[in-house]
C-alpha cells in the first residue's frame, strides 16, 4: 500500500520566518509531487508540484525534492500569518491517482 | 481558471435516504474523483472516473455509488444514507496524463446525516 506521511503538527513558527514542511513516501516509483494548502472548512487549493530532483522555487515557496530518499519538502520564507493552515503532501505515479498524507498544521503568530 | 463545481455545499439528511451529490468541471478534464475528508483520518478517496460511463473503486467505496453519464459531471450516490457517512466530500478533476495529474478540487459538500 502506497503510503505518504507527515507531521502532524502543529508546527509553530514567528512571523517572518522560515517554515519547514516534510513528507515521505512509500512507492520508489512515485513520479510526481504535490504540495495543497487547505484553509480550515475550505478545500485543498495547490501550491505547487514537483518532478526532478533538487528545489523548485515560486515566490516564497520552495519545494524540494529528493527521490533517493523518498523525501519532499516545502520551505515558506517570511512566513505570515495568512500561512496559517494545514498543507498536504501528494504523491502520483504516471496514471496512478494521488495519494494524500493527513497534513501538517502550520501556525504563524504575529 | 479551472472551475469545479459542487453545487449542494451544506446537506442535513435522515438516515435511510438517498442522496445525490452533483459536481461538474469546466475544463474538459478527463479524470474525476470523489473523496471525503474527516478530522485525523485525512483526504479518502471513494470512487474515481477517467472517462464518460467509466468508474474505478477508490480506498473506500462501500455504502457509495457513482454516475458519470457526461465528461463534466460526476455524480456521488448514497444510496441509503447512515450516520457514519456525515463528512465533507470533496469533488475533484485532473487532465490524464503520466506526467503527473494535478488536481483541481471543488469546494466541498458538507452533509450530516441524523
Known amino acids: 500500500q502506497k503510503e505518504v506521511e507527515q507531521n502532524s503538527g502543529p508546527l509553530s513558527v514567528p512571523e517572518g520566518a522560515i517554515a519547514s514542511l516534510n513528507c515521505t513516501y512509500s512507492?520508489?516509483?512515485?513520479?510526481?509531487f504535490f504540495w495543497y494548502r487547505q484553509y480550515s472548512g475550505k478545500s485543498p487549493e495547490l501550491i505547487m508540484f514537483i518532478y526532478s530532483n533538487g528545489d523548485k522555487e515560486d515566490g516564497r515557496f520552495t519545494a524540494q525534492l529528493n527521490k533517493a530518499s523518498q523525501y519532499v519538502s516545502l520551505l515558506i520564507r517570511d512566513s505570515q500569518p495568512s500561512d496559517s493552515a494545514t498543507y498536504l503532501c501528494?504523491?502520483?505515479?504516471?496514471?496512478?491517482?494521488?495519494?494524500f498524507g493527513k497534513g501538517t498544521m502550520l501556525l504563524v503568530s504575529p | 481558471d479551472v472551475k469545479v463545481t459542487q453545487s449542494s455545499r451544506y446537506l442535513v439528511k435522515r438516515t435511510g435516504e438517498k442522496v445525490f451529490l452533483e459536481c461538474v468541471q469546466d475544463?474538459?478534464?478527463?479524470?474525476m474523483f470523489w473523496y471525503r475528508q474527516d478530522p485525523g483520518l485525512g483526504l479518502r478517496l471513494i470512487y474515481f472516473?477517467?472517462?464518460?460511463?467509466?468508474?474505478e473503486k477508490g480506498d473506500i467505496p462501500e455504502g457509495y455509488s457513482v454516475s458519470r453519464e457526461k465528461k463534466e459531471r460526476f455524480s456521488l450516490i448514497l444510496e441509503s444514507a447512515s450516520t457514519n457517512q456525515t463528512s465533507m466530500y470533496l469533488c475533484?478533476?485532473?487532465?490524464?496524463?503520466?506526467?503527473?495529474?494535478?488536481?483541481?478540487f471543488g469546494e466541498g459538500s458538507w452533509l450530516t446525516v441524523v
Open positions: 475533484a478533476s485532473s487532465f490524464r496524463t503520466t506526467s503527473g495529474n494535478t488536481i483541481y
Open positions: 475544463m474538459d478534464h478527463e479524470n
Open positions: 472516473s477517467y472517462d464518460v460511463k467509466m468508474k
Open positions: 512507492d520508489r516509483g512515485s513520479q510526481s
Open positions: 501528494a504523491v502520483t505515479s504516471g496514471y496512478s491517482t494521488l495519494t
